[in-house]
C-alpha cells in the first residue's frame, strides 16, 4: 500500500536517524568526531515529488549518479535550496549542463573532463567543488583512475581554476567479504596520505568520499569523510545495482 505524505515523511525522518546514529557510532567506535563525517543523500530513481517530503524531512543536499536525472530534478525542485552533488561518471559533452546547477562534483576521472568543465564552469561565472574517482577495487566495471596514475594526474590539476579540488572519491568492491571491501578503503586513505605530502599547493586531499548503505561503517573506520547513502534512506530500489553499474551483483 502506497504511504500518504506523512506516513512518507516519518519513515525518511527515521530511517535518516538511524543511518546518523550508526555514524556516530562508528566514529565513537575509532575516536572520531561524529561531525567530522558527512551524510551525502543518494536520490537516484527516487521521484521528485518524493525529493520534496526528503528536503522536508531535513535533506538539503543530494546526490544523483546520472546527469539527466539530475538536471531534471533540480529545475523540478528549484523553488527548494537544495545542494546538488553529481556523484556517477559524466561524459564531456555533458559537461555543460553539470556546470549550470550542480553544487560538487565526485567523480573527476580524466583531464579532458576537468578541460572542458572548467572552461563551462568559467562561461558561468562559477565554481564547484570536485573529487577526484579512484578505482580502488581494479574491477574493469567502475570508474575512476588506477591508484599508480593518481599522482600524475593530480600533479595537473591547479591550471583548472574553477574547480575546487577537495577530496578522492571511490566505490569499493561489492562482496560480502568485509576484508576485501576494508582493503579497498585502506587503499584509499593510503593515497589520501600520500597526496597530502606530494600534491600541488591550492589543492585540498582532506575530504575521502566512500562508503555506501552496505558498506558506510568500515569506510567510517578507515578513514571517510563523506559517505553516500541511498537506500539506507529511500528503501531499496526498484532494480538490482547490475542496472547501475555493468558487471556487478
Ligand atoms: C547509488 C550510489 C550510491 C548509494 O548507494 P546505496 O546502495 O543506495 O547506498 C553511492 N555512490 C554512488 C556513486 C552511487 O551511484
Given at each position: 500500500m502506497e504511504l500518504n505524505e506523512e506516513q512518507q515523511l516519518n519513515e525518511i525522518k527515521t530511517n535518516l536517524e538511524k543511518v546518523k546514529k550508526q555514524i556516530a557510532e562508528a566514529c565513537i567506535r575509532i575516536g572520531r568526531?561524529?561531525?567530522s563525517v558527512r551524510l551525502l543523500p543518494v536520490t537516484k530513481t527516487v521521484p521528485a515529488e518524493r525529493l520534496r517530503i526528503a528536503y522536508a524531512a531535513g535533506c538539503h543536499e543530494m546526490g544523483e549518479n546520472k546527469i539527466q536525472e539530475a538536471r531534471e530534478k533540480s529545475e523540478l525542485l528549484s523553488d527548494l535550496n537544495i545542494r546538488w552533488a553529481v556523484i556517477g561518471h559524466l561524459q564531456r559533452n555533458k559537461a555543460k549542463y553539470l556546470a549550470r546547477f550542480a553544487n560538487e562534483f565526485q567523480a573527476l576521472d580524466s583531464l579532458k573532463l576537468a578541460e572542458e568543465l572548467d572552461k563551462r564552469l568559467q562561461n558561468e561565472g562559477r565554481a564547484i567543488d570536485v573529487y577526484v574517482q579512484v578505482n580502488s577495487s581494479g574491477e574493469a566495471s567502475k570508474f575512476g583512475l588506477a591508484p599508480e596514475n593518481v599522482r600524475d594526474f593530480v600533479?595537473?590539476?591547479?591550471?583548472?581554476?574553477?574547480l575546487r579540488i577537495k577530496g578522492l572519491m571511490t566505490l569499493a568492491i561489492f562482496s560480502t567479504d568485509h576484508d576485501r571491501v576494508r582493503a579497498c578503503f585502506v587503499r584509499m586513505r593510503e593515497i589520501q596520505t600520500m597526496l597530502r605530502q606530494?600534491?600541488?599547493?591550492?589543492?585540498?586531499?582532506?575530504e575521502l568520499s566512500m562508503g555506501m548503505s552496505g558498506d558506510y561503517e568500515i569506510a567510517i573506520e578507515e578513514g571517510a569523510t563523506v559517505v553516500r547513502v541511498g537506500q539506507a534512506i529511500f528503501?531499496?530500489?526498484?532494480?538490482?545495482d547490475s542496472h547501475y553499474w555493468p558487471g556487478v551483483g
Amino acid at each position: 500500500m502506497e504511504l500518504n505524505e506523512e506516513q512518507q515523511l516519518n519513515e525518511i525522518k527515521t530511517n535518516l536517524e538511524k543511518v546518523k546514529k550508526q555514524i556516530a557510532e562508528a566514529c565513537i567506535r575509532i575516536g572520531r568526531e561524529p561531525s567530522s563525517v558527512r551524510l551525502l543523500p543518494v536520490t537516484k530513481t527516487v521521484p521528485a515529488e518524493r525529493l520534496r517530503i526528503a528536503y522536508a524531512a531535513g535533506c538539503h543536499e543530494m546526490g544523483e549518479n546520472k546527469i539527466q536525472e539530475a538536471r531534471e530534478k533540480s529545475e523540478l525542485l528549484s523553488d527548494l535550496n537544495i545542494r546538488w552533488a553529481v556523484i556517477g561518471h559524466l561524459q564531456r559533452n555533458k559537461a555543460k549542463y553539470l556546470a549550470r546547477f550542480a553544487n560538487e562534483f565526485q567523480a573527476l576521472d580524466s583531464l579532458k573532463l576537468a578541460e572542458e568543465l572548467d572552461k563551462r564552469l568559467q562561461n558561468e561565472g562559477r565554481a564547484i567543488d570536485v573529487y577526484v574517482q579512484v578505482n580502488s577495487s581494479g574491477e574493469a566495471s567502475k570508474f575512476g583512475l588506477a591508484p599508480e596514475n593518481v599522482r600524475d594526474f593530480v600533479m595537473q590539476l591547479p591550471s583548472f581554476s574553477s574547480l575546487r579540488i577537495k577530496g578522492l572519491m571511490t566505490l569499493a568492491i561489492f562482496s560480502t567479504d568485509h576484508d576485501r571491501v576494508r582493503a579497498c578503503f585502506v587503499r584509499m586513505r593510503e593515497i589520501q596520505t600520500m597526496l597530502r605530502q606530494e600534491a600541488p599547493d591550492g589543492l585540498s586531499f582532506d575530504e575521502l568520499s566512500m562508503g555506501m548503505s552496505g558498506d558506510y561503517e568500515i569506510a567510517i573506520e578507515e578513514g571517510a569523510t563523506v559517505v553516500r547513502v541511498g537506500q539506507a534512506i529511500f528503501g531499496k530500489r526498484p532494480l538490482p545495482d547490475s542496472h547501475y553499474w555493468p558487471g556487478v551483483g
